[in-house]
């Protein structure tokens, strides 16, 4: 492949590649199966589990690597024939290359949290799958998928703590935190959006080093930021009232449309001449 250049494209899914209301990814559909006949890989960057975007892979009919739990967990098929990993990781029928820290340490931590505080914190693994479904408007079998966390806890957000102490409680035990309106997430010092997306982006160069690669990723919320900024060509998809606030002023490209539209109509404007692996 010398000389050969590519496109792969990291991408957010709640609010991004799914409709925020409907978690909708019809109106995306076109242009996802064109990506699919150039082979330009579409990966998953998100907080959500393997569970959750196993299933949604399995709907849209993608087999390139996938990233989970906020930069947690990356995922690459044993079949996928662009990246040469060895075959001691393995987990759950993929290659795993694991940053931050497993579910049970995540748990510890959160208790280690509530202590310092001195108030309960309540994550994913003190709830019911119904509690779940209440707080999320998830249905019982994707609260079930949610549920099973495998690096990363989600917490409902303390309401009587700044956001700067929270940071620098965790920061203190070793951990990083993603700070949401209703759930934060407790993940592993080592783990973010951006430190998975980049080691995706230079194993890929590692293994095809005469490439030219180009990167393009879209995100709707805070929680995308490094992830955009890790990219060379970031969008920014806005919500149905506008971008979001912590994601004004970068001077990134907008999407022409909220979700699955305007994630579409933008990726089309950036094929240009940077087709995948041919």
Known sequence: MKNSKFLIIFTDLDGTLLDSDTYSYQKAISVLNTLKENQVPVIPVTSKTRPEVETLRQSLQLHDPFIVE?????FIPFDYNHLTLPKRNQ???YHLHHLGCIYSEARLGLEKIATILNEPLRGFGDMSEAEICHLTGLS?????????????E??????KVTPERL?????NLGYRIVVGDRFCHLIGAGAGKGKAVQWLVDSCQSAQPDAKITTLGLG???????MLKAVDIPVIVPGNKGIHPGLSGKGWQVAPAPGAQGWAEAVSSYQLSV???Q
């Open 70 to 74: 906020n930069g947690s967990g990356i």
């Open 91 to 93: 987990w759950a029928g």
């Open 140 to 152: 019982l079998a994707e609260a079930k998928k949610a549920k099973a966390r495998e690096f990363t």
């Open 154 to 159: 989600p917490f409902l957000t303390p309401k």
């Open 167 to 171: 940071n620098q409680i965790v920061q």
């Open 220 to 226: 709707n919320s805070p929680n995308d930021l490094e």
């Open 275 to 277: 087709i995948s692996y």
